[in-house]
């Protein structure tokens, strides 16, 4: 799973057949196997952190490209696994 946070400016977030307007505050799940890039006329910034797929299966988080996701529950299973790494 890929979660991305847009910190500043405006892009287009284009996954599988849709387009999505970002802007600052923004935040993006797209799931595994989901083709997917941004688009901008101007300078945007963002980070992206990519989840491992059998990690997020043991917290209970299907990544399957058919499922929708709880952004909150994504962002938990992303602090879950940012605590593992500084372990």
Do not use: P, Q, W
């Not at 909150?72 to 500084?86: D, T, Y």
Request: a negative charge; charged letters at 30%.
């Amino acid at each position: 799973i890929e979660i991305l946070t847009v910190l500043e400016g405006e892009g287009t977030l284009h996954c599988d057949v849709e387009d999505h307007t970002m802007r600052k505050g923004d935040v993006a799940v797209i799931n595994s196997g989901s083709l997917h890039s941004i688009s901008s006329k101007g300078a945007v910034r963002y980070h992206c952190m990519i989840i491992d797929r059998d990690f997020c299966l043991e917290a209970g988080l299907d990544t399957s490209k058919d499922e929708k996701h709880d952004t909150e529950k994504a962002i938990k299973v992303a602090i879950r696994a940012i605590e593992n790494l500084i372990k």
